[in-house]
């Protein structure tokens, strides 16, 4: 346990040097006040919007920014190392490979836990003292849960490639993909099975293919429990077969669980 | 001697099809320095990861002190085991003192003992600086300091002196004395060389992943039967007009000999014998030429085989 903190305190130390904790937090906070302040400007209005429009507008930005992010952040953690040639020397250490990688993990997924809490949190402040609505805390408390699982996903993704592939500039690319798939693609392709295929997939069906995406799932999480007229798309057709809320966070937690044992299983077999 | 430090028993390792290293066996006793001499390839590298534990073996037995290294039960001796790869870049960002502490840190060590070994190699002036400012003989210091925590009972070393200068290089070596006469052992990986000698007790030769010569120095260059090289002024034409030492006189200088050990001292004496002789020099085939020797012999082998 001690050598995974070690590894978890430099990793958060490299975050906070680096200027990623400060980046990422201006970033949220500055995405979530000013879409709190001037989401409604669309429709002619200034001011603060109702909480609906705030949490849809900022889920559907969050989605993604955060993996993105995510990706970036952690894209190099090991094929980075593996090329200095610390990785080597680590391991010649009295530290193993899952404690390498769960330190790492811990401390840069404290870097995004922390970073949205703080960004996101900045607004729902902001908004409680002007609304003093009690719905507020519970909205943004699922949405800033559901944002770090997010987050916490796509680190352990990012490792994931980060330990399949030899070199850093190929690490960078198939991160680009994989955000691409999952923030984009999928949910163009979903669309195109819904309105291409006539009674080619039913809600319970569309909402399970929903699960093999923890954006999709992100969403779900944020959007369901919102006015449909804020929603649209293939969403939409999802949120009336929606699952529970506990269900949902549930699939999200097990997008952080499984990707984070794959990538252990992978560091295993890895040859150095 | 007790129980030896490493141990390796047909120890060999292969990729794919590819031997990295084939069957090797050695041990390494307490307190005692082998100098790993090879190629880029040459299966060094190779060598020191199945000792360290990072790679199991494909076939034969490695030991480090009386466990196999990659086993669960070893996991403790890693704090007594120190190394320094080959190449090894440190996080640029952070300061040497910042690297340092994490590395000792990971042992069980603290930052305190960080800055001893920072003082023991001598870069304590740069520690509160990032390594990216770092030259490159200051990272190759902060790589020692690293390979020296927790004064371990046995070292790694590979490519120890790259990219240090020479007074940087008498001061390693000086530390590699020092560790030795506190009985640690060390293998030093190099591809060469000089100034390598003195402060190695067996050198080992590998060639493509084949081992192919083990000894001390003088075991080496007996079994090469190389020539002593003799060098004696004064004498003009006097060797060439005389009927035994003119079998000895070099193809490329006349005034230079290549004496078998055997003969050396007879020769010598024939030398000394004559009145109007100045100075004399004496050299024994240096770890090079043995190095050199063996690789070509190595490399005739091959071709043989090829041929046949």
Redesign the interface.
């Known amino acids: 346990m001690k050598?995974i903190l070690?590894?978890a305190n430099?990793e958060f130390h490299?975050g906070l040097?680096?200027r990623w904790l400060v980046s990422i937090t201006l970033i949220f906070a500055l995405l979530s006040v000013g879409l709190t302040y001037f989401g409604a400007a669309a429709s002619g209005e200034m001011g603060i919007t109702s909480l609906s429009t705030t949490i849809a507008s900022l889920a559907s930005l969050a989605v993604f920014l955060i993996p993105l992010i995510a990706l970036l952040l952690s894209y190099d953690s090991f094929v980075g190392e593996q090329e200095?040639?610390?990785l080597?020397?680590?391991?010649?250490?009295?530290?193993s490979k899952t404690q390498l990688l769960l330190g790492k993990f811990i401390g840069q997924g404290s870097i995004i836990a922390l970073a949205t809490l703080i960004g996101f949190g900045a607004s729902a402040v902001l908004l409680y003292f002007q609304l003093e609505d009690n719905a507020i805390v519970s909205a943004f408390s699922l949405f800033i849960l559901s944002a770090v699982l997010l987050g916490l996903s796509f680190t352990a993704i990012s490792y994931l490639i980060s330990l399949s592939v030899s070199e850093k500039s190929k690490a960078a690319g198939f991160a680009l993909i994989t955000w691409f798939l999952f923030a984009l693609a999928f949910d163009l392709a979903l669309l195109a099975l819904l309105v291409g295929v006539e009674d080619g997939i039913s809600q319970t069906g569309l909402t399970q293919l929903m699960m093999l995406n923890p954006a999709d799932i992100f969403r779900l999480v944020n959007l369901a429990g919102l006015d449909s007229s804020d929603v649209n798309g293939a969403l939409a057709v999802a949120i009336n077969a929606s699952l529970s809320q506990g269900q949902l966070i549930t699939a999200l937690t097990a997008w952080v669980a499984i990707p984070l044992t794959l990538a252990i299983f992978i560091f295993r077999r890895k040859?150095? | 001697m007790t129980t030896p430090i490493v141990s390796l028993t047909d120890a060999g390792k292969s990729y794919n099809k590819l031997d990295a290293l084939q069957s090797v066996t050695m041990t390494l006793g307490e307190g005692e320095v082998l100098g790993l001499f090879g190629h880029n390839g040459a299966g060094k590298t190779t060598m020191m990861k199945l000792i360290l534990g990072v790679i199991s073996p494909s076939r034969g037995q490695v030991a480090v002190m009386g466990m196999a290294p990659d086993s669960k039960e070893a996991w403790h001796c890693r704090t007594k085991v120190g190394y320094l790869p080959e190449n090894v870049s440190f996080y640029e960002q952070l300061t040497g003192l910042e690297v340092l502490t994490y590395f000792a840190k990971l042992k069980g060590f603290n930052k305190k003992q960080a800055i001893d070994l920072l003082e023991q190699v001598g870069i304590t002036h740069a520690m509160k600086r990032q390594v990216k400012t770092y030259s490159k003989g200051m990272r190759q210091r902060l790589g020692l300091a690293q390979a020296f925590i927790g004064e371990p009972k046995l070292l790694l070393l590979d490519e120890p002196t790259v990219g240090l200068d020479p007074i940087a290089t008498g001061d390693f070596y000086r530390t590699v004395d020092q560790l030795k006469s506190q009985g640690s052992s060390v293998i030093l990986c190099s591809h060469v060389l000089p100034g390598v000698e003195q402060h190695i007790d067996r050198a080992m030769i590998l060639s493509s992943g084949q081992l192919l010569a083990m000894g001390s120095l003088a075991e080496l260059r007996h079994q090469a039967a190389l020539p002593v090289e003799i060098k004696a002024h004064g004498l003009n034409g006097a060797i060439a007009s005389h009927d035994h030492l003119a079998n000895f006189i070099s193809p490329v200088c006349s005034q230079t000999l290549n004496v078998p050990e055997a003969e050396k001292i007879s020769v010598l004496k024939t030398l000394l014998g004559f009145d109007n002789i100045e100075d004399i020099h004496v050299e024994s085939a240096n770890l090079e030429q043995v190095y050199q020797h063996y690789l070509a012999l190595h490399a005739q082998k091959q071709q043989a085989k090829g041929q046949s």
């Not at chain 1, 080597?88 to 530290?95: A, G, S």
């Open positions: 050598q070690t590894v430099k490299d040097r680096n200095s040639g610390t080597l020397l680590l391991l010649t250490y009295p530290l040859k150095l």
